[in-house]
């Protein structure tokens, strides 16, 4: 017990130092979160209420107008428009995920495997492509998928697409923008998973004859679902809100929810509605961050995973 005037001891100095460094390391991240972060959202979520007014500027008095219009309902009745670009985000976002961690699981454990001195080579080549502004790289599978190009004049010999239609724009472009655009972040959380990769119970299990599908589910996949969780929620999340790929690889053909927020405050002038938009990307946000976890930890055997 302290008494006023005592003399403050060295394990209460060093308390206060801890304190003071603690508070002088957090303070800046903290107030970057909540400026960049907490005001935006929280202004979101106030315009979200409000009445659209002229020039689709948000005004007085609060309703429930825009999120009303997000579900379809207008003034001419229901339609479906709005909700089939949400099942578009949806599925495009689960396909192209799917696609990704196929394609990532065998590029991650084929890097490890290869000698070290290798492995900072293999690794920079997969990411280097993200480096490039994603505008460019999207005009650059513009003119690998348009009318007369190889890529397309083999999908018409083989009867995918009808003659000079080319395979862009479509929602073929687009699933494989994704694809090409998130697989860097798939393939790196899987890169560090694989190098702590326990190959003694690989090999117990090739031991016990399992089938190389089941020593991968029983072995391989357990320890690797830490990696796999991680870059799911980079593909997922990202993807579920896509602008750019979209934008110009869809052509109008695969607009997604990035590009209906970014139409409301933009080309169709309505605030509310856009803002009703990005707090239904949140929600949809926070429910794919939980369902994750829940997942994990029911693969993980009761173990929580982090995330």
Same mark, same amino acid.
């Given at each position: &017990?302290?008494?006023?005037?005592?003399?403050?001891?060295?394990?209460?100095?060093?308390?206060?130092?801890?304190?003071?460094?603690?508070?002088?390391?957090?303070?800046?991240?903290?107030?970057?979160?909540?400026?960049?972060?907490?005001?935006?959202?929280?202004?979101?979520?106030?315009?979200?209420? #409000?009445?659209?007014?002229?020039?689709?500027?948000?005004?007085?008095?609060?309703?429930?107008?825009?999120?009303? @219009?997000?579900?379809?309902? /207008?003034?001419? %009745?229901?339609?479906?428009?709005?909700?089939?670009?949400?099942?578009?985000?949806?599925?495009?976002?689960?396909?192209?995920? =799917?696609?990704?961690?196929?394609?990532?699981?065998?590029?991650?454990?084929?890097?490890?495997?290869?000698?070290?001195?290798?492995?900072?080579?293999?690794?920079?080549?997969?990411?280097?492509?993200?480096?490039?502004?994603?505008?460019? @790289?999207?005009?650059?599978?513009?003119?690998?998928?348009?009318?007369?190009?190889?890529?397309?004049? *083999?999908?018409?010999? *083989?009867?995918?697409?009808?003659?000079?239609?080319?395979?862009?724009?479509?929602?073929?472009?687009?699933?494989?923008?994704?694809?090409?655009?998130?697989?860097?972040? #798939?393939?790196?959380?899987?890169?560090?998973?694989?190098?702590?990769?326990?190959?003694?119970?690989?090999?117990?299990?090739?031991?016990?004859?399992?089938?190389?599908? @089941?020593?991968?589910?029983?072995?391989?996949?357990?320890?690797?679902?830490?990696?796999?969780?991680?870059?799911?929620?980079?593909?997922?999340?990202?993807?579920?809100?896509?602008?750019?790929?979209?934008?110009?690889?869809?052509?109008?053909?695969?607009? #997604?929810? /990035?590009? =209906?927020?970014?139409?409301?405050?933009?080309?169709?002038?309505?605030?509310?509605?856009?803002?009703?938009?990005?707090? *239904? &990307?949140?929600?949809?946000?926070?429910? %794919?961050?939980?369902?994750?976890?829940?997942? /994990?930890?029911?693969?993980?055997?009761?173990?929580?995973?982090?995330?």
């Amino acid at each position: &017990m302290s008494y006023p005037g005592a003399v403050p001891t060295a394990r209460s100095r060093a308390m206060v130092r801890e304190t003071r460094h603690l508070l002088f390391t957090v303070t800046p991240g903290a107030l970057w979160i909540f400026i960049f972060l907490v005001l935006p959202s929280a202004y979101l979520m106030g315009v979200a209420f #409000m009445t659209n007014g002229p020039y689709g500027l948000p005004q007085m008095p609060l309703s429930l107008d825009s999120f009303e @219009r997000l579900a379809g309902v /207008g003034f001419l %009745g229901w339609s479906p428009g709005n909700l089939y670009t949400l099942l578009r985000s949806l599925w495009q976002t689960l396909v192209s995920t =799917l696609l990704v961690v196929i394609i990532a699981y065998p590029v991650a454990y084929y890097i490890t495997t290869c000698r070290e001195k290798w492995r900072p080579i293999l690794l920079l080549l997969v990411v280097v492509p993200s480096w490039t502004n994603q505008v460019i @790289r999207a005009f650059g599978w513009m003119n690998l998928l348009a009318p007369g190009t190889p890529l397309s004049s *083999l999908a018409e010999s *083989l009867g995918l697409v009808a003659p000079n239609m080319g395979l862009y724009p479509s929602n073929f472009a687009v699933t494989l923008g994704l694809i090409y655009n998130f697989l860097p972040f #798939m393939v790196l959380p899987l890169y560090a998973a694989f190098e702590k990769l326990d190959t003694a119970q690989v090999q117990a299990a090739q031991d016990l004859y399992a089938s190389p599908v @089941r020593a991968f589910w029983h072995a391989v996949f357990p320890q690797t679902l830490p990696g796999l969780l991680a870059g799911t929620v980079l593909v997922a999340i990202p993807a579920f809100g896509m602008y750019v790929i979209p934008e110009l690889l869809g052509g109008g053909k695969g607009m #997604m929810l /990035g590009n =209906l927020v970014a139409n409301q405050f933009a080309g169709s002038s309505n605030w509310p509605l856009g803002a009703a938009g990005a707090i *239904l &990307m949140l929600i949809a946000t926070f429910i %794919g961050l939980f369902a994750m976890r829940r997942i /994990g930890k029911r693969l993980g055997g009761g173990e929580e995973v982090v995330i």
